[in-house]
């Protein structure tokens, strides 16, 4: 039996056991501690399936079956995965994934093997990108690697927005295009188009400074700075940027002091020649709450707008969704989907997911029914959640995940660290527990009701304008539905 707490697998070799035994005996370690983390039917459904191949060098190998499952757990249990790895292994752990791709094609079936690098110095999971932690040259520049050029499809909508956001990339800061703010309705590729911009900008010059930050971000860390006597610092580390790319500026209205900060950051940025790119969810000539003085910065450059695919784009976009998630489905599926969701790629996207779900857990056959089901469902009212949970137990799940003792979400410290998790472990209780505001917030440390729905506002607008926050709700969602 191997002592969890010692990572004494596949060290020495000497008196190891044989390699056959020690990835089956590591992998089971790891399972038992994975069991509990994640509920009976999460456990059935993402583990048990994995097949352990082998152990060398503290890598561990382990087989999944397809891509789609190799995603879903990169996606959802990561953490678990890096917490039972470094138990086991120890900090130099390595887990590898080794991916049955079907090629569908008569072929033989061949395995794609992934590197995931588990070495962590200590069991806390990477901060977020803060201006204030990092303190060499190049900090984060926070960029989703999945946001690029080559995965976003080009339509009649987005054509002309995308034709300046290669300008943009390809001599940052060098055309007229600067400041580039680009602007749509929600789910229709902002985000994804001004982070392709950064990425391509990384990927053309490496050393160029990129930083991607949400102006609600800004804010949240504006407020830090001011509160730990550090603004200068704040608006050091962000003239240092030789692009910066800013998203849903909307959010700058009201607030005055962040707004500020930002505009003396932007003349900084652009009497130096750096790139500006901004995303927001309407014209500068409609945003209300902005500065005139911020307003009239945002006309010097360009603005494009995007506007919802029609339905040739939504076709392209359903069938690339879908052959991402290494899935097939017939024509008439395919424009079934691209007839139903008109105004919103996001919501294009989760259907293809959710068709993937269904395939690669259940094999499911992907019928027409099926995805009228998963219309249904997704592009309603979303099922009302049931509220067999308690406080704790939702605070437990929160903490948890952060890394966080149930008390620290109860404390009434106002660090970014803490209020996040603090505020979407009361949004969680608001849908999973029949408690009111004021149980809620008197289980929160003897809070104020109105702390609540402060944070249950707070939550379902970043879900609006935050595809990576919605989809940690999400995952929080389902391991709260998935305890025992
Ligand atoms: P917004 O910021 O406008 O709300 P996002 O950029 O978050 O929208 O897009 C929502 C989702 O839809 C993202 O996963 C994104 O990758 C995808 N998406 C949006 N537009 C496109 C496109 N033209 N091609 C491919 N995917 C897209
Ligand atoms: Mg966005």
């Not at 079936?109 to 200590?122: A, F, R, V």
């Not at 784009?313 to 489905?329: D, F, N, P, Y």
């Not at 089901?373 to 099922?383: D, P, Q, R, S």
Request: glycine content about 4%; overall charge neutral.
């Amino acid at each position: 039996m191997i002592d969890l707490k010692k990572p004494s697998v596949a060290t020495s070799t000497a008196d190891a056991p044989s390699a056959e035994q020690d990835h089956v005996a590591a992998w089971q370690q790891c399972l038992s501690l994975i069991a509990p983390a994640v509920g009976e039917q999460a456990f059935q459904t993402w583990f048990e399936p994995i097949v352990p191949l082998r152990l060398v060098n503290n890598v561990l190998v382990i087989q999944v079956p397809n891509h789609f499952f190799y995603e879903w757990l990169e996606e959802h249990y990561v953490h678990v995965l890096k917490r039972a790895i470094v138990q086991v292994l120890g900090l130099q752990g390595k887990l590898e994934y080794s991916i049955i791709v079907d090629q569908n094609n008569g072929k033989q079936p061949y395995t794609l093997n992934i590197s995931q690098n588990i070495q962590l110095q200590s069991a806390t999971p990477p901060k977020p990108f803060s201006p204030f932690t990092a303190n060499k040259e190049l900090v984060e520049p926070n960029l989703n690697p999945r946001y690029t050029f080559a995965n976003f499809i080009e339509g009649e909508c987005n054509r002309l927005a995308r034709a300046a956001a290669l300008s943009v990339a390809a001599k940052p800061g060098l055309t007229s295009f600067n400041p580039f703010l680009v602007y749509s309705n929600v789910g229709l590729g902002k985000t994804h188009l001004i982070q392709a911009i950064g990425n391509e900008i990384r990927r053309i010059h490496p050393c160029h400074q990129v930083m991607y930050i949400t102006s609600e971000d800004f804010i949240a860390q504006f407020i830090d700075a001011v509160k730990f006597g550090q603004v200068r610092q704040f608006v050091a580390r962000f003239q240092k940027a030789d692009t910066l790319i800013i998203d849903d500026v909307q959010f700058f209205a009201g607030k005055d002091k962040s707004q500020e900060q930002f505009f003396h950051i932007f003349n900084h940025l652009h009497q130096n020649g750096k790139q500006i790119v901004m995303s927001s969810d309407c014209a500068p000539k409609d945003m209300k709450g902005l500065m005139e003085r911020l307003l009239s910065r945002f006309k010097w450059g360009v603005t494009v707008d995007m506007q919802a695919p029609d339905y040739p784009t939504r076709l392209a976009i359903v069938r690339t969704k879908l052959s991402m998630q290494g899935i097939q489905v017939s024509q008439e599926i395919v424009e079934y989907l691209a007839q139903s969701v008109t105004d919103n790629i996001r919501m294009l996207e989760s259907i293809a997911t959710t068709l993937a779900l269904h395939y690669a857990i259940g094999g499911q056959e992907l019928t027409l029914s099926l995805a009228k089901t998963i219309v249904a469902k997704l592009c309603h009212a979303e099922e009302p959640a049931s509220k067999q949970f308690t406080v704790e137990q939702i605070q437990q799940v929160v903490a948890e995940h952060y890394y966080l003792k149930v008390s620290d979400l109860c404390s009434s410290s106002r660090k970014t660290d803490l209020v996040t998790p603090r505020q979407i472990a009361m949004y969680l209780c608001k849908i999973f527990t029949e408690a009111s505001n004021k149980v809620i917030a008197a289980q929160f440390g003897g809070k104020d009701h109105s702390a609540v729905s402060h944070a249950c506002k707070a939550v379902e607008r970043k879900m609006q304008s935050d595809e990576s926050y919605k989809k940690l709700i999400d995952a929080l969602k389902a391991k709260i539905k998935n305890l025992p």
